[in-house]
């Protein structure tokens, strides 16, 4: 069935009408080791277990060195191979790589991946890379999977028959490098935000020990021991309880069931979750109590500018409650602070409380065998925190604060590629966006 505007209706859908179908099988043939290639049993060959086969880049993270007699099973792999996990979840979680950068010009990888190179000139193993990639394809393929539960396998005779839309070999390549230059470009994006984490980590161990000095200046701050370790001489020591506000400036969520569900109302007062300090999102959760309610836990309020910290389960992610929010309380997996902001700012609290959390420090605070909770506030009143010269807290909130807005603006960056790429994966691979005329360098 032809269609009058370029289209033409086919197997694998609607699709331009210079474009053929073809399927795997015609295409490409699975990788076996050639009879005549003889493997010294001393020489080190690459081998690709499943954990360095990503999900989010065609490249492998890399191989393990290994004796060709060490090798007891494996796939045999070609170089420039398209290799494919055969078994669930990873299958489903999208592990696939191109071996582009595999160090020889053969290896072994893991019996559960399919290893295909293409038979003829026509073939582009990106480009049935990046069609396999397409979310409605992957679930197709899932589909067929067979074997025991949590054991599934997508058979070789599903993949030889996977039939795909197959355009000319000019446009296959420049849809491959639409592809590519975005994937390259989030992969950049990744770098910088992996890059800038690692720089703020190193600021925090050097703003916290000797203040906001530059790095060549470092031996010439006077330091003194603490509870904390080396800071400043002329910085102080205060314990939590000491810099919270007089009147419930450390609050425990409720305890003994004051929160169950039947006290739950459509709309109301909020009930302030974990989850809001986790993804330090306000406006998540849908559980409401009334007024009356409220007020019999109005101790549990929460309000603009407290400090809220994770307090079970997950120990320690922290969050400022924002200006507008809706009125509320916590629930018991949450601990409420309030700081007295003429002895600590809020920022610089938050900084230095997240510097001993990537420590591991909440652990000791912690007790429970499996669930992990912060519930003795006597305890935590006994915390010991750095208390700076005002100035220099804001100094040390500022830059932190910087490197933050960096890797919150990557981030962004990142998420805004993804969903270009995916949204030009479907458009191009279907031919609902063409390249053809495009000037793209291949």
């Known amino acids: 069935m032809n269609n009058s ?12 009408k210079d474009w053929a179908v073809s399927n795997v099988g015609t295409l490409f043939e699975f990788s076996k080791k ?8 001393n020489e080190l060959i690459p081998f690709i277990p499943m954990e360095l086969i990503r999900d989010d880049n065609k490249l492998i993270q890399g191989w393990i060195n290994k004796k060709s007699s060490e090798i007891s099973s494996g796939t045999f792999v070609f170089k420039n191979d398209l290799i494919i996990a055969k078994i669930t979840p990873s299958f489903e979680n999208g592990k696939q790589a191109i071996l582009y950068n595999l160090p020889k010009d053969y290896g072994y990888a893991t019996t559960e991946v399919w290893a295909l190179h293409s038979k003829n000139n026509n073939a582009n193993s990106e480009y049935l890379f990046n069609y396999i990639k397409i979310p409605e394809v992957r679930i197709r393929l899932a589909s067929k999977m067979d074997g025991a539960t949590g054991r599934q396998r997508l058979p070789r005779n599903v993949v030889e028959s996977l039939k795909y839309p197959l355009p000319p070999l000019p446009e296959q390549q420049k849809i491959v490098s639409v592809l590519s230059t975005i994937q390259e470009a989030k992969e950049k994006t990744e770098n910088v935000i992996r890059a800038t984490k690692e720089l703020k980590k190193s600021m925090m161990k050097h703003l916290f020990t000797y203040g906001p000095v530059p790095a060549e200046d470092a031996e010439k701050v006077p330091l003194k021991e603490t509870e904390i370790g080396m800071i400043p001489e002329h910085w102080e020591i205060n314990k939590l309880g000491e810099i919270v506000i007089h009147n419930k400036g450390l609050q425990r969520g409720p305890w003994g069931g004051s929160i169950k569900k039947d006290i739950f109302v459509p709309s109301g007062y909020k009930i302030y979750e974990q989850g809001n300090v986790i993804k330090n ?39 400022i409650v924002p200006d507008n929010i809706k009125q509320g309380i916590i629930n018991q997996a949450l601990l409420r602070i309030r700081i007295d902001e003429s002895k600590i700012l809020k920022f610089f609290f ?36 750095p208390i700076p010269p005002l100035p220099e807290q804001k100094q040390i909130a500022d830059i932190l604060s910087a490197l933050d807005s960096k890797i919150e603006a990557e981030e962004n960056k990142k998420q805004a590629l993804e969903a270009l790429f995916k949204t030009l994966l479907s458009l191009l691979m279907t031919g609902k966006l063409r390249v053809k005329d495009l000037e793209i360098p291949v």
């Open 5 to 16: 505007n370029g289209y033409k209706m086919t197997e694998v859908g609607l699709i331009p």
């Open 34 to 41: 050639p009879r005549s290639l003889s493997i010294p049993e």
């Open 281 to 319: 999102n306000f406006s998540l959760g849908s559980y409401f109590i009334n007024e009356n309610k409220f007020k019999e836990m109005i101790d549990f309020e929460v309000k603009a500018g407290d400090i809220l910290i994770s307090a079970a389960g997950t120990l320690g992610k922290l969050a």
């Open 350 to 385: 938050k900084y230095f409380f997240n510097s001993i959390v990537d420590k591991g420090a909440m652990e000791g605070y912690s007790h429970g065998a499996t669930l992990k909770n912060l519930s003795s506030i006597k305890v935590l009143r006994n915390i010991f925190i």
